[in-house]
């Protein structure tokens, strides 16, 4: 079942349609991309499933049932991408204020930060005031306070946007263990090779609407081009090359890229490989990635040339 | 409701806790005591005795009437110069005065005396206090001349006192009504720029820190800025009670500690029994804490919804918020119209209007209920703040619901009453 199912919704701000007639669903434990480029209505669309906007239309399914801002955002974790936290505020008392307002009681809360504080060594800072922390240290503050009351659905914009390759990995850690103890969650990005690896699932967004949808597999699968590289032990001769089965789309000494012609198949090229004489090191199909394949959704487009860059 | 809870208690915690706050509870009766005693003291120390030579060059005056004249009023000494005049002129503080002045040769005490002139460096008051002495002892001459005498002159001056007394309500002093009057309302003004601001900054405090989104995921907007102006709407309350507690403790203190009889203290203390006992003080202290609350929620959440409209800049902030404190300055210059005519069309109205009624109303109220203060008038007033700072918070909530979460460019009024009713 379902964590989240969203229905046909949209919202409008005065001149421009930010979200437009989105439908997804993510399923429990999944680790969901929401992928797109900045102000293609990324944002408005969390904003909405976390409560903080109401949608103009459609409908939010929340764990089986219509979305009850209310009681259900004890569920969710949310940390947004513009973040922070109060800095006059001792990190202890600053994360027990937010575990409380998520509606945990004043010692769960506390024995459940001791623990979070544990795991990132960060025992040692109770007293110390936001202010003092560095930047990575208030980053991993922050994530501790978003996961602290045990969400179902955890929604991330942004996350690793200002933290160092270390900080990054505990998180990105931190975020395949809550998925294999059942939580969900949903990392919104416009870094699209940052989810490749993570996401089980992904969404592509564009001005408002939805253009693409489904596990990165599948999605590599249907957009891709029949690339291959193939890499040989002995030298590559221009005759070994005239033939219908493929075209060469780069060559090198010992290797090449090729797109298989329709109607063939990898056996057949290989096939053809051996029958040249030529003795085959490796052979790898190039899948695209999410970049490119947004690139080649949105050709054309002010978005495009923007990610062209 | 209980979040809300949650949220005061952190706004009202991190503010009294504070250093500053401790501080400036505890400094400012202090300074305000210190302002009090010190500008007396000074005021005391420097009353020395003015002396003046009066150089005659006519003849008109002699030693025993200036004499007589300075036993009569000892706060100025006049000296009569008669030889060595030019050595007296060119280095009187030498010699001990505080300057001088020439009746020209010739004179008569009819006739060349109107336009003298004081050569003096102490200018303040100095002139009318020679000119008075110096009037009294030429009166008396012309007396002489024209055959008045003591009997006839007393026959001449008549003794006449005029004392003010309300219409509206005759056991109130005007004079201790205007002064309980104008000490709440500028109480109410104070609190309403000092902690108006504080709630402003606090909101700002949450957009600059980009807390603001992280706290609207979890709590409702509308209870996040209700529980910052409940919370710092207890601060200033919490602070006012210390102070008042100061007083009452300081008041005791010097009333058992007696001193002489007939001394400032002594009399001061019976001074503030005296006005106690005149006024209606359940009535006083219990519409000051409904003008100081109603007044506060009433500014403070327009000064929210302006606090979550602007960035960190604190320019843009006070341009925004200029209009919003006008209307308080206002109030005030208001109030001091009030109190010298409590029950004009004028002070009538403003003490009803919400914009003005919690500084002018405080203002009204010493003056008497009912009598100044029409019963009708103050319902009205009290049901117009209850509306009034309804209607504030929830066109605040609607404004703080958008600007929270909006970074960039600041938005001016009118876009912010679009974002207010904007569904």
Known sequence: MPILQINSLSKNFATQKAVNNISLSIDKGQIFGLLGPNGAGKTTLIRMITGIFYPDQGEILFDGKPFD???DIAHIGYMPEERGLYKKMKIGEQALYLAQLKGLSKSDATSKIKEWFTRFDMESWWNKKVEDLSKGMSQKLQFVTTVLHNPKLIILDEPFSGLDPVNANLIRDEIYRLAKEGATIIFSTHRMEQVEEICDHIVLVNKGEKILDGTVNEVKQDFKENLFKVTFTNELLAEHLAIHLFEVKEKKNNSIVIQRNEGFTNNDVIQYFINKGLSIESFNEILPSLNQIFIKLVEGTPTARQFNN | MNKTILIIKREFLTRVRKRTFII???????????????????????????????????????????ERANAADASSQLKLITDSANAVISNFSDRGYDGYLVLPAGATVENGLDKLTLHTSRTLGSAAEVQMKLGSILNEIKYEKLGIDEAKRKALSSQLTI????????????????????????????????????VMMGVMEEKTNRIAEVMVSSVKPFQLMLGKIVGIGLVAFTQFILWIAFIFIIYNATKATGGAEGSTINSMVGGVQEVFTSLNLPLLIGSFGFYFMGGFFFYSSLYAAIGSAVNED???????SFPVTMLVIFAIMLMTVAIKDPTSPLAVWASIIPFTSPIVMMARIPFGVPGTVQIWELALSVAMLIIGFAFTTWFAGKIYRTGILMYGKKPSWKEMIKWAFRK
């Open chain 1, 69 to 71: 801002p209310i009681n």
């Open chain 2, 163 to 198: 004392k003010p007394q309300n219409v509206n309500d005759e056991k109130a002093n005007s004079g201790v009504a205007s002064t309980i009057g104008l000490v709440s309302g500028f109480l109410i003004y104070f609190i309403l720029l000092i902690y108006g601001s504080q």
């Open chain 2, 24 to 66: 400036s509870t505890l400094l400012f009766p202090l300074l305000y005591l210190g302002l009090i005693f010190g500008m007396g003291y000074i005021g005391e120390k420097s009353k020395s005795i003015l002396k003046i030579a009066v150089i005659d060059s006519s003849g008109l005056l002699d030693q025993g009437r200036v």
């Open chain 2, 314 to 320: 604190m320019r843009e902030a006070q341009s925004l």
